[in-house]
């Protein structure tokens, strides 16, 4: 199949045996991916490849109302489709370049319109597909489920809770008798296709006052489902409302159960991702009102002592070094370009009404790839966790940690 080049501007940053290559191959898209890595590396301001994963917001509806999300804190969130322009725009652009594709950050992407259409796509493409799922929907019949599960690379399902009391407290519409019963029917199936073909099975779950205690049982769960990976983060308190379920305000009682989360997992020898234990436990200034009977304080919390002198970041890359303003990219449904996934992070440019060649190699994305490992990180950056190893670090920038 020949893919037409839908902007010869960007071959004339490749060195030229890589523009040498059969555009939109397998071979075109691993160079790609080296040279994106190797910018990424150097830390360039200019990024001579394009992106490798891409994300496109296809449906911003949901069928849950879970208390933490936006969508339900805003009843004037706008449920929307991406537009069918954008996404055209996006297979000409930016699939040729890509290795895989993520359905909707910002909704059920099993609710996406055309999915059979979007799926061939892909694989005309050469392409995999990653989503996060509520497992709501999973394993449901419909006329596409054996070509998405053909296409699936990694599908994370988003899970807060392992009892059904503190599941359905969070995941307002869920049934977890349901949604256990959903994935173990899709951990069967995934064992039932071949190894070199079997997608990846990863977990996403909310600390917070409610789920952390249960946290250790949720790893038992996903060993007995065989998951690959368990990724744990703070709860964002974007909502004043949500302050009072933020371990922010029970350090201790936090991480004693991080503790005894990674001891569980080292056991069974399931991978996860935990954000680092407090190293201060003094209870912040702003501390909410006591919990509400639903939700008690937790037992056992540390006497506050007075804080320490705020810390300044070092300056220079953490160990952890950031992928996005280099590799990945999100195209919301109108077609604002926006660079990763933090809450709050403003459009960089907008594809349908320039090329995205013009945004990604714009001002304003040069300017954050300049500053971001640099004393001066801008905008959201400053509260990212790739900027702060450590929760307490980023002080009144707030603090976002994600896998």
Known sequence: MTIAISDPRILESWPPELASLPFGSPEFKAANARLAAADEAACTPF?????????????TACNLKCFMCNQFLDPDSPKVMLDEDVYQKVVRELYPYARTMQLSAFGEPLMTPKMDQKLDDLERHGMKLEMVSNGTLMMKESKFREQLLRTLELVTFSMDGATRATYNSVRTGAE???VFANISRFAERRLEMPAAKRPLMNFNYILMRRTVAEAPKFVEMVHRWGGDQIVFNHLVTFHPSLKGESLNYCR????????????VAAALGVKISIPPNFADLATPSDAPAPAAATTPAPAGEAAAVAPGKAKNRPCGPPPVKCWFLWQRVYIA????VVPCCLAGMPAFGNMAKTSFFDVWNGDTYQSYRKHVFTDKPLGKCKSCYLIWPNAELAGTDGFEYGG
């Open 47 to 59: 990024a001579r490849a394009m992106p490798t994963w891409i994300n496109l917001t296809s449906t």
């Open 252 to 263: 201790a009682y936090a991480n004693e159960w991080q503790d005894r989360t990674r001891e």
């Open 176 to 178: 977890f008798d349901e």
């Open 333 to 336: 449904p109108f077609g604002d």
